[in-house]
């Protein structure tokens, strides 16, 4: 009597699994292309705020050094104009992503945090515009101060950014401008 007790609990909770798990799949299945298209989007909008003067973007003329991918940004007449790279770089949660766009003379000209994991408050201050804002015009000869840079009681977030641009910008410098 206690073992089909125990059996049929069992199958109970396995119906409502299987019928969660198929639901689950379905919603997933109907909202696929939604989510890739939004991401897709997302891309084209970060690429547009980080190289303004560009009208479309080449991929197929994408130049990857050190791992990042610069993607040349062009103008109405197909000459290029500047370049976006996707950086990640570790934070004091997780990485921090973001799109930055880089002008022939080797000088930033947008900056625009996709994604991060840092403390509201404090880390997640990078998200700021005026922040962001702050690192247009910088180049490669830029030294990180924490006076003009960083918030108070958040350091990591700001410098990961900071590293983050410098990569990029070495990496533009060693074999993007060459």
């Not at 798990?21 to 705020?49: C, F, H, Q, S, Y």
């Not at 960083?150 to 641009?165: D, E, L, Q």
């Amino acid at each position: 009597m206690e073992r089909n007790r125990f059996i049929h609990y069992g199958s109970v909770l396995l119906a409502i699994a299987a019928v969660c798990a198929g639901l689950l799949a379905g919603v997933n299945g109907m909202t696929k292309g939604t989510i890739t298209n939004n991401k897709i989007e997302a891309t084209k909008a970060a690429r547009v705020a980080v190289v303004p003067e560009a009208k479309s973007f080449d991929e197929k003329a994408t130049i990857t050094v050190d791992g990042l991918e610069f993607i040349p940004g062009l103008d109405e007449n197909g000459n290029p104009v500047g370049y976006v790279v996707v950086v990640s770089q570790g934070g004091y949660a997780a990485n921090i992503d973001f799109s930055l766009g880089i002008g022939l003379d080797g000088k930033v000209t947008g900056l625009s945090v996709m994604n991060h994991q840092e403390t509201p408050g404090l880390g997640a201050k990078i998200s700021g515009e005026e922040w962001q804002k702050h690192w247009i015009g910088t180049d490669k000869s830029y030294e990180f101060t924490k006076a003009a840079d960083a918030f108070a009681g958040a350091t990591v977030s700001p410098t990961a950014v900071y590293t983050g641009i410098q990569r990029a910008l070495s990496a533009f410098e060693n074999g993007v401008r060459k």
